[in-house]
């Protein structure tokens, strides 16, 4: 039997997927979250049960002797009817005013006793509410002409998207797009682009950890803080930094840390302190030192956060991550010679 349980779809057109199918059917409302559908087709008849949840899910039930009659009526509903494969978003558009102005007013026109607005910092906040579809959440930024969209992925944000597509903005294929893309995109695939040497001497979880940094660059949503693109990459910058370091014959511990680096003030940067006992290729040295250079201004700001919280660093500008991250990326391959296969 195929799986109807906890589907994501959109209820408002499940019936008229039912009509299009061509058989009889009358309806019974059991309950606010339950709908009995009773079809016949020829002299075969059967319920179709849909369960209506709260949390905005939908369960298709076939019962009765004759429920396979059912069985290609719930394949359509689910085909026609599903939403994204998203169960959230949370990302912002650019959107002039009077294209605004217009969304507002094909919004209130429909849902307008569903809708709270508030004055916030800069615009305005607006919020849809209803029974079976929970919260979704809209701010319009005056100044900078920012649409905002937060919320669960099902009827409201469809509306909004077909509306925005009238005014000439695909925020639904947009949203489906990049989905796919991050997706469908295999991990080796990701890494072979930016680590091309590299990657195939890494682990499968060091593989794994990095693989975030990396499909967040085509999550083009406008986050307040776009260091989190940055985070795993740290990690593995880490990871390749030690491994290099204990081949060589220069040991961390968690104690000490990158305590074999020192700063030398005149050229701006961290240097390997050599170590007699442990001689190390002058190439290798002279990655190792731009790496841990990289890595020492950046990283604790953005990783970290205490009680002075004047030492964090944010990042809003979404193309100033990237170059971060790039660039951590061409220090982590140009190492890749020094790291062990």
Do not use: W
């Amino acid at each position: 039997m195929c799986d109807y349980k906890d589907k994501r779809l959109d209820r408002s057109g499940i019936e008229n997927v039912i009509a299009g199918t061509g058989v009889l059917y009358t309806i019974e409302e059991k309950s606010a979250g339950q709908k009995n559908y009773h079809i016949t087709q020829g002299d075969k008849t059967c319920i179709l049960t849909v369960y209506l949840k709260g949390d905005g899910r939908t369960t298709l039930t076939p019962a009765g002797k004759d429920k396979e009659i059912a069985m290609p009526i719930c394949n359509a509903i689910i085909e026609k009817t599903s939403f994204l494969p998203l169960k959230d978003v949370n990302f912002s558009i650019l959107l002039p005013q009077e294209d605004f102005d217009k969304l507002l007013t094909a919004i209130k026109s429909e849902h307008a006793e569903d809708i709270n607005e508030k004055e916030i910092s800069g615009g305005t906040q607006y919020q849809f509410r209803k029974d079976k579809e929970g919260t979704f959440t809209f701010k319009y930024f005056t100044r900078s002409k920012k649409l905002q969209l937060q919320g669960k992925v099902l009827s409201f944000f469809t509306f909004l998207s077909k509306e925005l597509e009238n005014l000439g903005h695909d925020v639904l294929g947009k949203v489906i797009d990049d989905y796919e893309e991050i997706k469908s995109a295999p991990v080796d695939d990701l890494l072979a682009v930016h680590l091309p040497t590299l990657h195939g001497k890494l682990s499968l979880i060091v593989k794994t950890i990095i693989t975030p940094s990396l499909k967040l660059i085509k999550v083009n949503f406008d986050f307040p803080d776009h260091s989190i693109m940055l985070t795993p990459a740290f990690r593995v910058m880490e990871h390749v930094m030690i491994t290099i370091l204990e081949e060589n014959g220069y040991p961390y511990n968690e104690k000490t840390g990158f305590n074999m680096f020192g700063h030398n003030a005149p050229k701006h940067m961290y240097q390997l302190r050599l170590n007699d006992s442990a001689p190390i290729a002058s190439e290798t040295k002279n990655k190792l030192d731009k790496c841990y250079t990289f890595y020492n201004e950046h990283r604790h700001g953005l990783s970290h956060l205490g009680l002075d919280t004047t030492e964090a660093r944010v990042i809003q500008d979404r193309n100033k991550a990237i170059d971060l991250l790039l660039e951590s990326l061409g220090l982590m391959e140009d190492l890749s010679d020094a790291f062990p296969s």
